[in-house]
T-cell receptor, first 112, second 109 residues
Framework: DAGVIQSPRHEVTEMGQEVTLRCKPI?????LFWYRQTMMRGLELLIY????????DSGMPEDRFSAKMPNASFSTLKIQPSEPRDSAVYFC??????????FGPGTRLTVT | GENVEQHPSTLSVQEGDSAVIKCTYS??????FPWYKQELGKRPQLIID?????GEKKDQRIAVTLNKTAKHFSLHITETQPEDSAVYFC????????FGTGTSLTVIP
């Protein structure tokens, strides 16, 4: 298995632009998590899905952030409009039955 | 919700010495406790985990202990090596994962 796949690996965009991050979980995993990591705030859970259904989105910072999981093998995290304070590394992770969560390589987002 | 506290935030040890990182949690319903190692610029990687029906688990130089009554668990690394230098995160989970704030471990050659 290729593990959790994320794209793009790096994204540089200007303030106000829309950003879409993509994730393909490990096949057979039924839970998917989006995290944001910064030096100041550490690792923050943004949202997680179970069987493609959003279960807890209380970590989503504001309405500019949205996430979807249209099927078991694909999820997106969208930021519109982006702001410089959104600069961070965004990780997607997947697990089966809430155990052994595996992280993707992350997307390093820079908003100028 | 769950609250996970992790100590210390930084730890320096001499190569060959042991390192211990401790975490406490608040939700007695949490039943799975993984530890992750994150090297600079890399993703967090699962290194060891323990479930609530087990008190201790060991994998070569690393071990994890769990005290359910006191609601704390610890990571033990013996015979530390420079390549153990990284940030280590604990987590407690029932459904979603609640991560500690991380411990930056430096092993001095």
């Amino acid at each position: 298995d290729a593990g959790v796949i994320q794209s793009p690996r790096h994204e540089v965009t200007e303030m106000g632009q829309e950003v879409t991050l993509r994730c393909k979980p490990i096949s057979g995993h039924n839970s998917l998590f989006w995290y944001r990591q910064t030096m100041m705030r550490g690792l923050e859970l943004l949202i997680y899905f179970n069987n493609n259904v959003p279960i807890d989105d209380s970590g989503m910072p504001e309405d500019r952030f949205s996430a979807k999981m249209p099927n078991a093998s694909f999820s997106t995290l969208k930021i519109q409009p982006s702001e410089p304070r959104d600069s961070a590394v965004y990780f997607c992770a997947s697990s089966h039955a809430h155990y052994e969560q595996y992280f993707g390589p992350g997307t390093r987002l820079t908003v100028t | 919700g769950e609250n996970v506290e992790q100590h210390p935030s930084t730890l320096s040890v001499q190569e060959g010495d042991s390192a211990v990182i401790k975490c406490t949690y608040s939700d007695s319903a949490s039943n799975y406790f993984p530890w992750y190692k994150q090297e600079l610029g890399k993703r967090p990687q699962l290194i060891i985990d323990i479930r609530s029906n087990v008190g201790e688990k060991k994998d070569q130089r690393i071990a994890v202990t769990l005290n359910k009554t006191a609601k704390h668990f610890s990571l033990h690394i013996t015979e530390t090596q420079p390549e153990d230098s990284a940030v280590y995160f604990c987590a407690a989970t029932r459904n979603q994962f609640y991560f500690g704030t991380g411990t930056s471990l430096t092993v001095i050659p």
